[in-house]
């Protein structure tokens, strides 16, 4: 397809260095796409070994993944945009895996936007990446049923968050002050989350940080029940129907980070252009930096185009869209 007016590609044309940078920021994560996905298997491996050795009641290695939290967060904290290649990713081990680091990469992101330390960020993502370990302890026809639960059922999964916390500090001989992020993670502001029924100040900060990112990746991801929901969709049900659920200012600045069409999310444009937001911008959330992915007769661009919806006024978001829809596959054309 022709370049669309106002869409910059990388190397051409006068684009304001705003756009000019996201570029070069956008050029840098694609090159870097692969080495990531290889870090989240390698990184997913070893979370995998070290928890099988917790449920089994084995020496447990806190280093190997404090180690992992480490890469994660250093690579993550300094390019956001690899959280792009979480969408779509085909990742060849267990689904609780890499639901673990998918979190783990957005509540990152959250206490970025709260100033944590890179020393409380480590801890963070270690907490988060261990927080649903006691779903492990769940069998497994239970937590992978492609079917509504039981009462039952659902009172066996709500044993995790205790079961967890049990396991880390007891075998796995985890600070208390970490392992709480798997007692509480699904606890709710308003007092309606369980096992303790804990409501607003009485939850952890670290917790209600991992409330947020658990419930958001949970809803993006496919599940063996239903299938995943648009960014879109998430981030509104999240403001909506499940609000009372979650630390209000934290959820704001959640918001704020990631904004109603989130980084990642496939949109259709006023002239029929399906695009993918890669840059948001929290004071204007409807005008996002986007990377146009197939013209108005559903064919791909011949090149790499950026278009900034706050300069390019006669274009909008009019929808969200599904990748299939779209004919855009996320994990190789990302």
Do not use: W
Request: net charge positive; aromatic share 6%; proline share 5%.
């Amino acid at each position: 397809a022709a370049r669309p007016p106002g869409a910059v590609p990388p190397g051409g044309g006068a684009a304001d260095p705003e756009l000019r940078q996201m570029l070069a920021d956008y050029d840098a994560f694609r090159k870097s796409k692969r080495n990531f996905r290889n870090l989240v298997i390698e990184c997913g491996e070893t979370l995998q070994t070290n928890i099988q050795t917790l449920i089994d009641g084995k020496a447990f290695d806190n280093q190997s993944i404090m180690r992992v939290a480490v890469r994660l967060v250093d690579e993550i904290a300094a390019r956001n945009l690899l959280l792009l290649a979480f969408h779509g990713m085909r990742y060849p081990g267990s689904a609780q895996i890499f639901h673990a680091m998918h979190a783990g990469a957005y509540g990152l992101l959250l206490a970025q936007a709260l100033g944590y330390s890179r020393p409380k960020l480590q801890e963070l993502m270690f907490a988060m990446l261990l927080m649903d370990c006691g779903m492990f302890r769940v069998p497994g026809h239970v937590r992978e049923k492609n079917a509504e639960l039981s009462e039952a059922e659902r009172a066996t999964i709500k044993t995790h968050p205790l079961v967890g916390y049990q396991l880390l500090v007891k075998n796995g001989k985890v600070k208390a002050s970490l392992a709480t992020v798997a007692l509480q993670h699904h606890e709710a502001f308003d007092g309606g989350g369980y096992p303790q029924s804990l409501k607003s100040g009485q939850i952890e900060e670290t917790a209600r940080i991992a409330a947020i990112a658990d419930c958001y990746t949970a809803m993006i991801e496919k599940r063996a029940h239903r299938k995943a929901f648009l960014p879109y969709d998430a981030m509104k049900h999240m403001l909506s129907a499940q609000m009372n659920r979650f630390d209000p200012k934290m959820l704001r600045a959640f918001l704020g980070r990631i904004s109603i069409y989130p980084l990642g999310s496939l949109v259709q444009l006023s002239n029929n252009h399906a695009a993918m937001v890669v840059a948001c911008r929290p004071d204007k959330p409807l005008r996002p930096i986007v990377r146009l992915m197939r013209d108005d007769k559903g064919l791909p661009f011949s090149s790499i185009l950026l278009v900034d919806l706050m300069k390019e006024t006669d274009q909008y978001i009019v929808r969200a869209l599904e990748a299939s829809s779209a004919g855009v596959d996320l994990e190789s054309e990302t």
